[in-house]
């Protein structure tokens, strides 16, 4: 026979929700009492990291900052320098968004600390032109359909920038061998190369000359590089002035 149901009176039925509603009561209370004797962790907290006060001449400009030892050449380049043309892709230093040239030579500024970059010179591409003048580089990228989309735009130029200024005359091997480290998902390589090849021919002139140093398979009609120049010259104009993020 199985045992039978242990009944419960109206009494201990109330005794027991009221004891549950007590306890339903004091937690919040409780609650404010624990987050006043721990209080959490805020900005002004956080701010103790380790920090260093670094000397950066980043476009000719000379800038003194204090940077927090974890922080990457990138975070300060865009986020405290407002130098936005200089994209964040893979953060892992892979697909070559975030070139910049660092005392002339091309690295990923992304798994680069701000605090080695201390008493260095800093080229981003918001360095290449001058006032309303492209470089040379960058007019070459226009006239040659370089951008697709444009985000990779402006790593790709910053290391064909550090190839042409170490190399003026690069043969498409040397080219191609410079721009490994640049991804571009939109799969436009040859006209990069194209690109840098004419940037080369033209002799890095202050005033390129439209279509000189082109190459015979790229060559096209007056026409279609105007074309060009007004379909493409919209995004070289965002990437060098930091653009879409």
């Given at each position: ?45 956080a ?14 400009t ?44 091309p ?58 200024t ?23 390589y ?5 690109a ?50």
């Amino acid at each position: 026979m199985s045992k039978r149901k242990r009944e419960i009176s109206r009494r201990q039925f109330l005794e027991g929700t009221g004891a549950v509603l007590a306890v339903a009561t004091a937690g919040p209370a409780l609650k404010g009492q624990l987050s006043s004797a721990s209080p959490p962790v805020t900005d002004s907290a956080a701010s103790g990291a380790p920090s260093t006060a670094i000397r950066l001449v980043v476009n000719g400009t000379e800038h003194r900052l204090d940077v927090e030892d974890r922080w990457t050449l990138a975070e300060v380049l865009r986020d405290h320098l407002g130098l936005t043309g200089t994209k964040i892709g893979c953060d892992r230093g892979e697909c070559g968004a975030c070139t910049v040239l660092l005392d002339g030579r091309p690295v990923y500024s992304c798994s680069n600390l701000a605090v080695w970059a201390d008493g260095r010179e800093v080229q981003t591409v918001e360095g290449l032109a001058q006032g309303e003048q492209l470089d040379p580089l960058q007019q070459a990228f226009v006239e040659h359909d370089g951008p697709q989309c444009g985000f990779c735009t402006s790593g790709q130029l910053m290391s064909a920038k550090g190839l042409l200024t170490r190399n003026p005359r690069p043969t498409p091997h040397e080219v191609r061998s410079a721009m490994t480290g640049n991804i571009c998902r939109c799969s436009n390589y040859n006209r990069y190369v194209e690109a840098v090849l004419a940037a080369a021919a033209a002799g890095g002139a202050t005033t390129p000359k439209r279509g000189s140093g082109r190459s015979a398979q790229s060559a096209k009609p007056s026409a279609a590089v105007a074309a060009t120049k007004s379909r493409r010259g919209t995004t070289i104009a965002a990437a060098s002035a930091g653009g879409v993020r």
